[in-house]
């Protein structure tokens, strides 16, 4: 089973508007923490925002927060207020405590902020 | 350095030849990744070093993928007899300690293999 979902290949957005890209994994290791990426057309990879399992708020970094349910094993990034500059490709991952060594990444969300 | 560094950021080779790639860390980093991005996929993890521990070479994809860490620092991945399916963007990453905390991402290398 994948270890990371990211059902949304593209998605478009107003700008100034919210948007909501989904995310959801896969784990039996009750430690483990999220994560988000953003990739621009530059390549590198920005780190976004973090949430552990055992938090018990959901994370919020500026203008992007992570909705967090864990429940439904879902780790949505909500960013506000959208910007031109918000326009990259997005990736989702997890660290578990038990395996330890590796992210595992979702395939990614492309993000088109539309003036 | 201010971030983590990755040399050279683009490479072409003629399939067949080896291919040596660096990483850079940040300095104090003990946690070192490389990760492997094809075409419009997400990251494929290939190996990890802590410290002076042995490292995690599970992702490798094949024997002709070996990696090093001098110094617990610099780390080269290396490729050998490279085919065309191994042209990617090759990221290292690298973070203070191996907890769940955010990672520094270099900007990668793009490899091309013809």
């Known amino acids: 089973a994948q270890k990371i979902t990211q059902t949304q290949p593209g998605m478009f957005v107003q700008e100034k508007e919210a948007v909501t890209l989904d995310c959801t994994y896969d784990?039996?290791?009750?430690?483990?923490?999220l994560f988000w990426y953003k990739q621009p057309s530059s390549g590198e990879m920005i780190f976004l925002i973090y949430?552990?399992?055992?938090?018990?708020q959901n994370a919020t970094e500026g203008r992007y927060s992570l909705n967090f349910q864990k429940a439904r094993k879902s780790a949505n990034l909500v960013i506000s207020a959208s910007q031109l500059g918000d326009s990259a490709m997005y990736f989702c991952?997890?660290?578990?405590?038990?395996?330890?060594?590796?992210?595992?990444f979702g395939t990614g969300t492309s993000l088109t902020v539309i003036p | 350095g201010a971030g983590v560094s990755q040399s050279p950021s683009n490479k072409v080779t003629e399939k067949g030849k080896d291919v040596e790639l660096r990483c850079d860390p940040i300095?104090?980093?003990?946690?070192l990744y490389w990760y492997r991005q094809s075409l419009g996929q997400g990251l494929e993890f290939l190996i990890y070093?802590?410290?002076?521990?042995?490292?995690?070479k599970s992702g490798l994809p094949s024997d002709r993928f070996s990696a090093e860490r001098t110094g617990g620092s610099v780390s080269t991945l290396t490729i050998q007899r490279t085919q065309q399916e191994d042209s990617a963007v090759y990221l290292c990453?690298?973070?203070?300690?191996?907890?769940?905390?955010?990672?520094?991402f270099g900007s990668g290398t793009r490899l091309t293999v013809v």
């Open positions: 949430q552990g399992s055992y938090d018990q």
């Open positions: 784990t039996s290791d009750p430690s483990y923490g």
């Open positions: 300095s104090g980093h003990t946690a």
């Open positions: 070093f802590q410290g002076n521990s042995a490292p995690d």
């Open positions: 991952a997890m660290r578990e405590a038990n395996t330890g060594n590796q992210f595992y």
């Open positions: 990453a690298s973070s203070l300690a191996p907890g769940p905390g955010g990672y520094t």
